[in-house]
């Protein structure tokens, strides 16, 4: 991808996509577990990390 805003915004939604789902898969009855975990918000960055890798732009073709 060429656009930088495309692949920022591309970035975040897969961050925010992780602790969305790891927030909400994540349904205990106790008063305890509210919130993300330290565990979520790495994956959701290791997420961002790798959609920003994956959209970069390729090289000069030989």
Do not use: C, N, Q
């Not at 939604?13 to 993300?36: N, P």
């Amino acid at each position: 991808m060429k656009d930088r805003r495309t692949r920022t915004f591309i970035a975040v939604l897969a961050g925010l996509a992780v602790i969305y789902f790891g927030a909400t898969g994540h349904r205990s009855s106790g008063a305890e577990g509210g919130g993300i975990s330290g565990g979520v918000v790495l994956l959701a960055l290791g997420a961002a990390l790798l959609a920003w890798h994956l959209t970069k732009p390729a090289g000069p073709a030989k």
